[in-house]
C-alpha cells in the first residue's frame, strides 16, 4: 500500500517533468535543490513580520490590523515581487548565461501593470483556468492588451529619461523575449507554488492541487532547468498531504490526476 501511495504521488510530481529538454549545463545537484528550496521556505519568515505591530504610537493600526504575527497570510503583490526578485541570486547561480542585474530588475517590476489592472484570477469559474488567461488563448490576449494600457498609464507619469527603459523591460516581459524574462516568468509561478504549499498544505484540495500542478507546468516550460525546483516544492506538498491525511493520500492522488488529465484534453 505505501509503495502504491508512493507511485501515485510520483505520478503527480512527474506532471512537472520536462523529458524533451536538453539542458546546456547539468540539471543543478539535488541536495543543492534541497538548499535552494529550504531557503526560499525560509525566506517567506520575513513576510510573516508585521512593521510596527504593537509599538508605541501603532496602537490603534495594530488593532485594526487584527492579523497574528507570525503567521502567514495572504500576500500582497509588492511581498510577491520581492519573493521573485529575491530568488534571482539565489537561484541564477546555477544558469551562468543569466543576467542577474537583468532579472532582478525585471523581478522587481513585473507585476506592476497590477497597480492599474489589479490582480487577474487565473483560477477562473470552473477551478481550472480554463476561462482565464492561464489556459485560454483569447483571454492571454486580453490580458497583454490590458497590461499594455496600464503601462501606458504608468509611464505616463514618470519622468521621459526613465520612460523608454520602463517600457523596454515591460515589452521584454510581456513577449517573454529573453532568457531573463524566461527565468523570471519561471520563478514567478514557482513562488505561486511554493506559497500554495506553505499557506494551504496538507489542507489543499485534489482540485486545487490538479491546477497547481497545471499552472507550474507553465513556469517549467518557461525555464526548464528549473523543474527539479518545482517538483521537489510539489513533493513537498505531496507529504503535507500524507502527514496530515494519510488515510485519503491515495485517493487525493487518484482524484487530482483524474482532474487533471480531464482538464488536459479540454
Not at 523529458?19 to 529550504?38: E, F, G, M, T
Request: hydrophobic share 40%; aromatic share 8%; net charge negative.
Amino acid at each position: 500500500m505505501i509503495a502504491h501511495r508512493k507511485s501515485q504521488t510520483e505520478m503527480l510530481v512527474g506532471q512537472l517533468g520536462f523529458d524533451d529538454y536538453i539542458a546546456p549545463v547539468s540539471l543543478p545537484d539535488p541536495l543543492d535543490v534541497r538548499a535552494d528550496v529550504d531557503m526560499i521556505y525560509r525566506l517567506y519568515d520575513l513576510q510573516k513580520i508585521v512593521r510596527f505591530f504593537g509599538q508605541r504610537y501603532w496602537e490603534e493600526e495594530t488593532l485594526e490590523l487584527g492579523s497574528v504575527p507570525r503567521r502567514l497570510e495572504l500576500e500582497n503583490v509588492a511581498a510577491h515581487s520581492f519573493n521573485v526578485a529575491r530568488c534571482v541570486p539565489l537561484l541564477a547561480q546555477h544558469f551562468p548565461w543569466i543576467d542577474r542585474g537583468r532579472a532582478i530588475e525585471l523581478a522587481l517590476v513585473h507585476d506592476e501593470p497590477e497597480i492599474v489592472t489589479g490582480d487577474k484570477d487565473p483560477v477562473g469559474k470552473d477551478g481550472q483556468g480554463s476561462d482565464t488567461h492561464a489556459f485560454n488563448p483569447t483571454r492571454r490576449l486580453d490580458k497583454d492588451r490590458e497590461e499594455r494600457r496600464a503601462l501606458d498609464a504608468l509611464a505616463f507619469s514618470m519622468r521621459r529619461s526613465l520612460r523608454e527603459s520602463y517600457r523596454t523591460m515591460f515589452e521584454e516581459l510581456i513577449e517573454v523575449s529573453s532568457e531573463e524574462a524566461q527565468f523570471v516568468k519561471a520563478l514567478d509561478k514557482l513562488q505561486a507554488l511554493v506559497f500554495v504549499r506553505l499557506r494551504k498544505g496538507g489542507r489543499i484540495t485534489s482540485d486545487h492541487a490538479a491546477f497547481t500542478i497545471r499552472y507550474s507546468r507553465i513556469g517549467v516550460r518557461r525555464f526548464p532547468p528549473l523543474q527539479e525546483h518545482f517538483k521537489l516544492v510539489l513533493r513537498d506538498l505531496l507529504d503535507d498531504v500524507a502527514q496530515s491525511r494519510p488515510a485519503e493520500l491515495l485517493a487525493f492522488c487518484e482524484e487530482a490526476f483524474a482532474k487533471l488529465k480531464g482538464a488536459d484534453q479540454l
